[in-house]
């Protein structure tokens, strides 16, 4: 009798390593929308499809940082106080109208153009004020707090590039160039549908032996968290020519096409070989943990990419293989997220050979290290344990024991939001 074996990843030959997978996207994966002008009140999220070049400096004049008192650096005593008349009053907005003139300190205002002349602000809480007089401490520095031309932005440079997801300060950014409107890459169009006789859709009864399908609304919400324009296709049966047929239909309307289920080699897993009915896989087993049976491949012209069918491998696979492809579909120039070294606070032994990742949650423990705490279940089908916890904890493919206080890998799931 032959052994059997209750590692999943032992059997069915070499399956490709996560950095391998990830740079053959680098090479076949490229941008497949088009382009539209938009409103930046209607830009938030989406990908920058011009470069943006400052027409002028930012701020355009020099400028007080703070309420108080403009003067000549020169005219203030270095090792003692200083007395000045003051002479006007400049608030942000308006001008002097004239030169400033030696021997003479400009009531000034956050924001207001500095005077032609003046070098130098004094904050009004280091100074003594008496009639129209104004006293300065020694010790400030030349040029103190006043704010140059062309500081935040100068005329002529590059302020925002290609390939950019648009975040609310760069929408500010915009504006205070006087933009009013931005050139962005079209929403890429998803097609989303599970596979299975055995998932139902909430609200309906469900009988012995079913589920609710999880994934499908997980994914249409993560997609739509990337700013796609999602096409909910529902539930396919476990039947080749059904699967083949909607992945057809789908092709001639979307750029890309998401599925979940049907990715392995059972007699009812019929996902791989609708995709190459009609196009073409370029991989489907990957050494990865949850997850192993992800696709990315081409049917007709829309890329597909097939996800596994257990609701954590689903989410996992997403934000670390299918959400770097979405992303660059989308013409985004940079979508690696960040990932951070955190000490462990657990014991996990893993299989070398495969990338493996753990959910967690942060914590900061009594020496003030953000520790990794392990969630204590560990189930492919525990979708709960991503609700529980607030991150990843990615341990490479020659790892093979975590010890509490190692240094891991640590991906936030705000980072990949």
């Not at 704010?147 to 929408?171: C, F, H, K, Q, W």
């Not at 049976?293 to 890329?303: H, I, S």
Request: overall charge negative; hydrophobic content about 40%; glycine content about 10%.
């Amino acid at each position: 009798m032959a052994q059997l074996s209750n590692d999943c990843f032992a059997f069915g030959g070499e399956m490709m390593a996560v950095e391998q997978a990830l740079a053959q996207l680098a090479e076949r994966v490229h941008t497949v929308t088009g382009t539209e002008r938009v409103g930046l009140t209607d830009a938030l999220g989406r990908v920058l499809a011009e470069e943006v070049v400052a027409p002028f400096d930012v701020p355009p004049h020099d400028n007080s940082a703070v309420d108080g008192y403009a003067v000549f650096f020169d005219d203030l005593t270095p090792d003692g106080d200083t007395t000045l008349p003051i002479t006007a009053r400049v608030a942000a907005g308006h001008l002097l109208g004239r030169p400033g003139q030696r021997g003479e300190a400009i009531r000034i205002f956050t924001g207001a153009p500095m005077p032609s002349g003046f070098d130098t602000v004094l904050m009004q809480e280091d100074c003594r004020t008496e009639g129209d007089t104004v006293t300065i401490p020694a010790g400030i520095k030349r040029g103190a707090n006043r704010r140059r031309a062309g500081e935040d932005m100068a005329r002529g440079s590059t302020v925002l590039n290609v390939g950019r997801r648009l975040r609310p300060e760069d929408i500010g950014l915009l504006a205070s160039l006087g933009r009013r409107d931005v050139e962005v890459r079209t929403p890429l169009r998803a097609a989303v549908f599970s596979t299975g006789d055995e998932v139902r859709d909430p609200g309906v009864p469900l009988t012995e032996g079913c589920i609710y399908d999880a994934n499908r609304f997980a994914l249409i919400a993560a997609l739509r968290q990337l700013g796609c324009a999602v096409t909910d296709l529902g539930i396919l049966p476990d039947r080749r020519d059904a699967i083949r047929d909607a992945l057809g239909g789908a092709a001639a309307s979307h750029d890309v096409l998401v599925t979940s289920g049907g990715m392995s080699m059972g007699e009812e897993d019929h996902v791989k070989t609708a995709v190459e009915a009609q196009g073409s896989l370029h991989f489907w087993r990957l050494a990865i943990k949850p997850g192993r049976p992800v696709a990315l491949g081409t049917v007709k012209d829309a890329a597909f990419v097939g996800l596994p069918g257990n609701p954590v491998a689903v989410m996992v696979t997403f934000l670390r293989i299918a959400r770097p492809i979405l992303l660059r579909l989308m013409g985004v120039a940079d979508e690696a997220p960040a990932l951070f070294p955190v000490r462990a606070g657990f014991t996990y032994k893993k299989k070398p050979g495969r990338r493996e990742y753990v959910r967690a949650t942060l914590v900061r423990a009594a020496d003030g290290v953000m520790t990794a705490v392990k969630h204590p279940r560990d189930g492919a089908g525990i979708l709960s344990s991503m609700v529980e916890s607030n991150g990843l904890v990615e341990l490479p493919e020659e790892a093979t024991r975590v010890e509490p206080g190692v240094i891991v890998d640590f991906l936030p799931f705000s980072e990949v939001r």
